[in-house]
Nanobody, 132 residues
């Protein structure tokens, strides 16, 4: 059974940085598409869950939402089965619950990036709050 556990959230002032971690376990296949999503307070429907970044474990290819390009960076630590989201120059509008998700097996991330419903498993989330 796949398990995803996020950590690293917290409260920071605008301009600050945080690094989120997602520890993954229970995979049968060797290649996955790993993604980070976020959901702001008040957006209760899962349809309001906004994509942030994704990475394909087979090649390292990455995808970013326009709103975070140049500020956020997604990376992998295969040895530790972790995926990270480094968030720099945080803004109040980045405030949200951040979720890790995985599609496994995967031959890439492109289709999953376009359609979040292709992600199979989700973590419980970690809260990020950015104050002005």
């Amino acid at each position: 059974q796949v398990q995803l556990v996020e950590s690293g959230g917290g409260s920071v002032q605008a301009g600050g940085s945080l690094r989120l971690s997602c520890t993954a376990s229970g995979y049968t296949y060797s290649k996955q598409c790993m993604g980070w999503f976020r959901q702001a307070v008040g957006n209760e429907s899962e349809r309001e869950r906004e994509r942030v970044a994704a990475i394909y474990t087979g090649s390292g290819q990455t995808y970013y939402a326009d709103s975070v390009k140049g500020r956020f960076s997604i990376s992998l630590d295969d040895a530790k089965n972790k995926v990270y989201l480094q968030m720099n120059n945080l803004k109040p509008e980045d405030t949200a619950m951040y979720y890790c998700a995985v599609r496994s097996p995967a031959s890439g991330c492109y289709n999953s990036w376009l359609n979040r419903n292709r992600f199979d498993d989700w973590g419980q989330g970690t809260q990020v709050t950015v104050s002005s």
